[in-house]
């Protein structure tokens, strides 16, 4: 309780029976609030936690009318502000494989021993102070990325709002076609065809039934669309992603199947289409004794 206001109500109930309005009860009432709320802001710039009590002490503020104050709390909590975001440098886009980046804490942000400290993640999911990994070094960028932190500051201020900025590896030029080995040939046995392209961080998506194949590059990643399969370098001959020329896919009459391709790849161009024909020839049936 204000001192002024702790004399009023003293020599109110004493014995000499001094009375006081409504009126001054209110006035006096309204310079504790002004000093509690200094003594918060105060708190918040010292960065401490402050319990106030009530002006009248017991919880209730009770003018001679009887009536109660707005506020009958035991006491006052003070409500940390949030942190200021942190920044992140460079801002996001298509950068060098090996780009470092840096995570900068908010200016004036207290040191790590108070407590204070940035935290961030890359796996899509949401830093908070429960989840992330704390910031203390350049972040190497090897692969498309997202990076997202906070900041907080037990004490000081609550989790900031996040931070966010995407990441890109530029290839450095635009995508060749893929490259067919071997090239068109006829064979009289099933044989796998590799593809490549100059881009090792390249997709390439081929069709053998005629249609033109497709690709998406979408939230840092290339897809193959539609009828289009996802060509595997280790796939083995009629294993998923193989370029595999067998009976099932080649024309029954003609033995020909044409095998078309592109390459796709986030931060590049599309390449441009290729096809190549093959044959599958059944080897001639050898007579008995031969």
Not at 77 to 99: F, K, M, R, W, Y
Not at 144 to 163: D, F, H, K, L, Q
Not at 170 to 196: K, M, Q, R, Y
């Amino acid at each position: 309780m204000h001192s002024a206001c702790r004399r009023m109500s003293d020599e109110r109930t004493s014995p000499i029976g001094r009375t006081i309005s409504p009126r001054q009860w209110r006035r006096c009432s309204a310079r504790a609030s002004a000093s509690s709320t200094r003594l918060a802001n105060l708190a918040v710039a010292l960065g401490v936690s402050l319990a106030l009590p009530a002006c009248g002490g017991n919880g209730t503020d009770t003018d001679p009318t009887g009536a109660a104050s707005a506020d009958e709390s035991p006491g006052h909590a003070v409500e940390l502000p949030a942190c200021e975001a942190p920044t992140i440098d460079p801002i996001g886009g298509s950068v060098q494989a090996g780009t470092a980046v840096t995570i900068h804490a908010p200016s004036g942000f207290p040191s790590p021993e108070t407590g204070a400290r940035v935290l961030y993640t890359m796996d899509g999911t949401k830093p908070s102070v429960a989840n992330g990994v704390m910031y203390d070094a350049p972040i190497p960028i090897a692969s498309n990325r997202t990076i997202e932190a906070v900041a907080v500051a037990p004490g000081v201020c609550t989790a900031s709002a996040v931070a966010a900025s995407s990441f890109i590896i530029d290839l450095g030029e635009d995508l060749t076609a893929p490259a067919f080995d071997p090239p068109s040939t006829t064979e009289d046995h099933p044989f796998a065809v590799n593809l490549s392209d100059g881009a090792t961080a390249a997709t390439i998506c081929f069709t053998v039934d005629g249609s033109t194949p497709a690709c998406m590059v979408s939230g840092g990643a290339a897809t193959c669309k539609g009828g289009a399969t996802t060509y595997e370098a280790s796939a083995g001959i009629g294993q998923p992603g193989s370029v595999s020329i067998t009976p099932p896919i080649v024309d029954p009459d003609t033995g020909t199947v044409v095998v078309t391709a592109i390459a796709c790849a986030v931060g590049a161009p599309l390449s441009s289409i290729v096809s190549q024909q093959y044959t599958l020839k059944e080897s001639p049936v050898q007579p008995p004794g031969q």
